[in-house]
C-alpha cells in the first residue's frame, strides 16, 4: 500500500507544477503560494475530520510537535522558492532542480535513519540522479535573446528545503497518524506564507488575482493536498529512501505536460538528463 501511495503522490505532484505555473503567469508568486495553501489546509483537515483522527492531536508528544513544525517551515520555504522559479523559469529546468533533493534526503536518510540495504545500488542511483539534474540545467533564453539563469538560485532552494522537509516530517510523524500530521504541517504553513506576503505589502494584489488563475491555483492546492496526503501515509509507513525517489518520478508527468500545455521542448543533452534521472529512481525502486 505504501509503494501505491508514493505512486499516486508522484502522479498529484506532477500535475501540481503544470496547473501552479497556469496560475502564475500574471499573479505574483507569493500572493499564489499563500491563496493555494487555503486550500491544502481546507483539504488536510477535510481528511482529519474524514478519518476521525483529530481526538488524537492531545497525545502528540512535544518532540513530534516540534520536528512537525519545522517540517511546517521547511515546506512554506521550499514552496515560495518553487513557485519564485517557476515564475521565472520553464517547468522542465525548474522541476529537475527541485526534484535532486532526493539526492539529498536518500544521503541523510542513510546517515539518520540507517537505511543501508542495498547501499551500493542506492548511492549508485543517487549519482546518477545528480548527474541527471546537471544535464538538464541549461540557460533559458530570454525575450532580449540572451541567456538567463535568474530561476536557478530559487529552485536550487527549493530542493534543499524539500529535502529537510522528508527528513523532518519523518522523525515528526513517528506516532502520529498521518493525516493529522499533514494538516498540522500545513497550518504552519499558511501562517508562514501569509505573513510574507503581508511583510512585503502585497496583501492589495490578492483582489486583483485574475480569476482564471485563481481557479488555477485553487486545482494546484487540492492536487498538493493530494499528494501530501498519499506521500507522508508513503513515508511513516515505508521507507524515505525508497518512497521519496517514486514521488521524485513526477518530473515525468510536469515534463510530459509542459511539451503539451506550454510547447516546452527538451534538448538532446535534457533528454539523457531525464533518462538518467528516472534510471536512477528505478534502480533504488526495484532493488532498495
Not at 498529484?12 to 503567469?25: E, V
Request: glycine share 8%.
Amino acid at each position: 500500500m505504501w509503494i501505491l501511495a508514493a505512486v499516486c503522490s508522484a502522479l498529484f505532484a506532477g500535475l501540481t507544477s503544470i496547473l501552479a505555473k497556469c496560475g502564475i503567469r500574471k499573479t505574483d508568486s507569493d500572493v499564489a503560494t499563500a491563496l493555494r495553501t487555503i486550500v491544502v489546509a481546507l483539504f488536510s483537515w477535510v481528511m482529519v475530520a474524514v478519518v476521525g483522527s483529530f481526538h488524537t492531536i492531545t497525545s502528540i508528544s512535544r518532540t513530534s510537535l516540534l520536528f512537525l513544525v519545522l517540517s511546517g517551515l521547511a515546506t512554506g520555504a521550499s514552496w515560495i522558492c518553487y513557485f519564485k522559479a517557476l515564475s521565472l523559469g520553464d517547468v522542465n529546468k525548474v522541476v529537475p532542480i527541485d526534484k535532486s533533493s532526493t539526492v539529498l534526503t536518500v544521503l541523510l536518510a542513510i546517515v539518520l535513519f540507517g537505511e543501508t540495504n542495498n547501499l551500493a545500488v542506492k548511492l549508485v542511483g543517487t549519482a546518477m540522479l545528480g548527474a541527471g539534474v546537471l544535464l538538464m540545467i541549461e540557460k533559458k533564453q530570454s525575450a532580449a535573446g540572451s541567456s538567463s539563469r535568474a530561476y536557478l538560485p530559487y529552485a536550487v532552494g527549493s530542493a534543499v528545503f524539500a529535502a529537510l522537509t522528508s527528513i523532518l516530517a519523518k522523525i515528526g510523524i513517528s506516532g502520529v497518524e498521518s493525516n493529522l500530521g499533514t494538516a498540522i504541517r500545513t497550518v504552519v504553513v499558511l501562517i508562514m506564507a501569509w505573513c510574507i506576503v503581508l511583510m512585503k505589502g502585497k496583501q492589495t494584489l490578492v483582489r486583483h488575482v485574475d480569476p482564471r488563475e485563481l481557479a488555477f491555483i485553487a486545482l494546484s492546492g487540492v492536487a498538493t493536498g493530494a499528494s501530501w496526503l498519499c506521500y507522508y501515509y508513503a513515508i511513516q509507513t515505508g521507507v524515505v529512501s525508497v518512497v521519496v525517489p517514486i514521488d521524485k518520478l513526477s518530473i515525468l508527468v510536469s515534463i510530459a505536460f509542459s511539451r503539451v500545455v506550454f510547447g516546452e521542448r527538451l534538448t538532446r543533452r535534457a533528454a539523457v538528463g531525464l533518462l538518467l534521472m528516472v534510471a536512477g529512481t528505478l534502480a533504488m525502486t526495484l532493488f532498495a
